[in-house]
């Protein structure tokens, strides 16, 4: 595994996936970041390295579309977007980020071990990926408008 920084773009497994997503064909896109969610989500056993930063690239990618997300500016990242193009994605995507990144910083995860090895115990990246996707918090008696 090459990691070179904490970023959702910043290793091999990452940039790899970044690459085959720009690569495919534009219709495809979003279900490959539908699929490399659902991967890491729905995973029971031992999570993968690769299946984990590529779930946290997709989040990160999801995350940049929604407000208060930051731009994709990294050049690991999928050049389309670096250009300025975007995705269009489903409304259910950012939830089931946050379960990806939920299951990527769980127990039986190859990433969450690699890191604690190296003697990371908070992620503030990961943290703040999951903050934007989840969305503001609701105020106490605030009313969800329907």
Known sequence: MGTWDDGP???DSAADWCGDLHDADPPARPAMVRA???TA???TGYLDHDDAASAIAAAA???SQMPGG???TSPYAPDFLLAGESLDLDDDLPQLAVEALDRVLGDDSEWRSLWGEAGASE???INKLRAVLSGPPELPGQIAML
Do not use: Y
Request: zero cysteines; a negative charge.
């Open 41 to 43: 989500a729905l995973n």
């Open 61 to 63: 990618i999801v995350a």
């Open 9 to 11: 773009f910043d290793n």
């Open 36 to 38: 490399a969610l659902t």
């Open 123 to 125: 992620f503030p990246q």
């Open 70 to 72: 930051d731009p994709i």
